[in-house]
């Protein structure tokens, strides 16, 4: 690709300290170059982003409101070339990326509709307590790979709604529709406001670090979480993380077998399983285990499992290859424990594809089961108890989300009651909308994004607490 990505700095696209090869995961092989920062242009966004900040902060709401909306204007006009290139760095199809880039343009939208009010708690013979929401200056966003452009519009919408700047920072395997997005931020915002990075996961700590920066907004793995806590407590920065999940899908046994696996099917592979609230884990009543079984295996037989960029693809490649090494060698694991039903053999050809893949027969001690697999394989195991498998499916560090399929809609959302996660949803998946929050029970998360929880997040409270002095 001849294309350039520049980074974007106090609202000029600027090179990096050196670049790095961004690899398509379809063939392995290196599409683009990325400009790579150090930290002396690292310090410089965060300085540009403080001083931005002021006068961002004291615009009225309506008109940052109205620049969110023209980002969204500006990516909904530029959707397909943004599409194109999300495919070219992160495998998904085509019609997914489609999906994640209007779902990008829907989220920028939905928060420039939002408004936090100011809240009166005592207005009582001249004494008034009013609860104002104030921005909280900096906030660095950090993103993974797996929905490289919609999880910054999670932070983005709600940031700049409320008043903060930012510095974003993309993953490294994942930069390019970022830094595109940079180049809109360019055209639409005053310097300062948005400001683009990039480093190679090695620079992630001098932002969490900063003395400079207020938030760090995370979506990524646990494990990396765990290190944005620790480097943000220095400064008692404000954190939100999103972090991995390892979800249960419950099928009561009044329900259709062939429905629940067709349900289970989407919810396990869309985008190759690399969803954090995918079904990673199925449970299955003994009675219908063989059926469901057998339908799943089906749809996983089904698959075209091919390039995103062709017309008809259904399951693209792995996004990195350190992913699909870690998720092989849970299928190596798991194919000593128990049975392999569909897919699981090796896909002779370049990049890093993995055919969707059923495993049977399994104890809940496998790793497959006991760890968040984040690719194309499913665990479906047996149950004859209610209570047990609630059990089992809460016997885990993650809360993120599960589902539950069931035809007494009365007794789904009881179980669902049950379920420790932040998130349920029942006879549907991947329900994911702007207006309702997210957030992670247990080590999934801590604070959450979306809704008017997630705007929020990006405020703190500032209390006017005032007395009428009374005339002499
Ligand atoms: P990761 O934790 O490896 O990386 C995420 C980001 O953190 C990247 O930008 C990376 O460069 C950066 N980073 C690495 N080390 C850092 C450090 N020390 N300090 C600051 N930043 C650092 O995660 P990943 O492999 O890119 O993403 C997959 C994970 O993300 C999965 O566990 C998945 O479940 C999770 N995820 C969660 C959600 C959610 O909303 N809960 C959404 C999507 C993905």
Not at 90 to 114: N, W
Not at 337 to 353: C, K, L, N, Q, S
Not at 406 to 414: E, F, P, T, V
Not at 432 to 460: M, V, W
Request: glycine share 8%.
């Amino acid at each position: 690709m001849d294309r350039q990505f520049r980074m974007l700095i106090d609202g000029e696209l600027v090179d990096g300290a050196s670049t790095f090869d961004v690899v398509n995961p379809a063939t392995a092989e290196s599409f683009a170059r990325c400009p790579k920062a150090d930290e002396a242009l690292i310090d410089r966004a965060v300085v540009a982003a403080k001083r931005a900040f002021p006068e961002w902060a004291a615009r009225p709401v309506e008109e940052r409101a109205a620049l969110v909306s023209k980002i969204a204007d500006s990516l909904e006009a530029r959707a397909g070339e943004f599409a194109s290139l999300l495919t070219s760095e992160q495998g998904k199809p085509l019609d997914q990326a489609m999906y994640e880039v209007m779902g990008s343009v829907f989220t920028l939208r939905a928060f420039a509709e939002m408004r936090i009010e100011t809240k009166t708690l005592k207005d009582e013979g001249g004494h008034t307590v009013i609860e104002h929401r104030t921005p909280l200056g900096v906030v660095a966003a950090i993103t993974p790979w797996n929905f490289p452009i919609i999880l910054v519009m999670n932070k983005m919408g709600p940031a700049l709604v409320t008043g903060n700047t930012m510095v974003i920072k993309p993953a490294p395997t994942t930069p390019l529709t970022t830094l595109l997005l940079g180049e809109i931020c360019a055209e639409v915002l005053p310097a300062g406001v948005v400001n683009v990075v990039c480093d190679q996961n090695d620079l992630g700590h001098v932002l969490t670090g900063h003395p400079d920066v207020a938030k760090v907004a995370f979506t990524g793995s646990t494990a990396t979480g765990k290190k944005v806590m620790a480097a943000a407590a220095a400064g008692v920065k404000r954190v939100t993380l999103e972090l991995g999940g390892n979800d249960a899908a419950i099928v009561l046994d009044d329900v259709d077998a062939k429905f629940a696996a067709q349900k289970i099917y989407g919810s396990a592979m869309t985008n190759a399983g690399q969803i954090c609230v995918a079904t990673k884990r199925a449970y299955v009543p003994q009675a219908m285990y063989d059926d469901f079984c057998d339908e799943i295996a089906k749809l996983a037989n089904a698959a075209v499992v091919d390039d995103g960029s062709k017309q008809g693809t259904t399951v693209g490649p792995i996004q990195n290859k350190m992913q699909y090494d870690k998720v092989n060698a849970l299928l190596d694991d798991a194919r000593t424990r128990g049975t392999v039903i569909a897919g699981g053999e090796p896909i002779d050809r370049p990049g890093y594809f993995i055919a969707p893949t059923i495993v049977r027969d399994l104890d809940d001690d496998a790793p497959l089961v006991r760890e968040e697999q984040f690719g194309p394989v499913l665990p479906v195991l047996k149950y004859t108890d209610i209570d047990d498998v609630i059990a089992r499916a809460n016997d885990t560090d993650m809360g993120l989300g599960g589902t539950v399929w069931g035809k007494d809609l009365a007794r789904a959302n009881a179980v669902a009651m049950r379920i420790d996660t932040g998130t349920v949803w029942v006879n549907q998946y991947l329900a994911i909308d702007a207006n309702i929050p997210f957030r992670g029970a247990k080590q999934s998360g801590l604070g959450g994004e979306l809704g008017e929880a997630g705007l929020h997040e990006y405020t703190q409270p500032h209390i006017i607490n005032s007395v009428a002095l009374e005339d002499a």
